[in-house]
């Protein structure tokens, strides 16, 4: 690897920490070491649209509906999350969080939200807007 990769690859390495350490700032608040990052992200999804159904889920992940079956599963299993049958068409089931699954997203987008003011301290302002074109590009 040349010098300018390995450069990236280790500024990227010590990226990818800051949002480790903001989930399991996350996790040690709520009791929940057995998440898993992505587990907690999905919980901010569903967090964010109140409630999905699996097929909405599996779309906005990009993920298989048996995988959906499958982290839903999981998720219940540590009580995060329940589902309830749509009262209009029974065939619809929608996932929603429970009040632990919500404290978990609170938290998770609390720690993310002071890993954007350790940005915002650490850069200028013209540096801040330089990282934003670049995470922009790369999207």
């Keep these: 690897m040349g010098c300018k990769n390995q450069s990236l690859f280790e500024a990227y390495i010590n990226f ?7 989930s399991a700032q996350a996790k040690a608040a709520c ?5 898993t990052p992505k ?3 999905y919980l901010r999804v569903i967090h964010a649209h109140q409630q999905m159904t699996f097929s909405e889920l599996a779309d906005y992940g990009e993920i298989s509906k ?3 079956t499958e982290l839903i599963g999981r998720l219940s ?3 995060c999350v329940y589902k309830e049958r749509s009262s209009r068409d029974k065939r619809v089931c929608f996932i929603r ?5 919500e404290q978990i997203a609170g938290a998770e987008e609390a720690a993310q939200m002071r890993l954007v003011e350790r940005i915002e301290s650490a850069l200028t302002e013209e540096e801040i807007d ?10």
């Design 16 to 22: 990818v920490k800051l949002g480790y350490e903001c």
């Design 31 to 35: 009791a929940c070491q057995d998440l």
């Design 39 to 41: 587990q907690i992200a």
């Design 66 to 68: 048996p995988t959906v």
């Design 77 to 79: 299993e540590y009580g």
């Design 97 to 101: 969080l429970t009040e632990k699954g």
């Design 130 to 139: 330089q990282l934003i074109y670049l995470l922009r590009k790369l999207s």
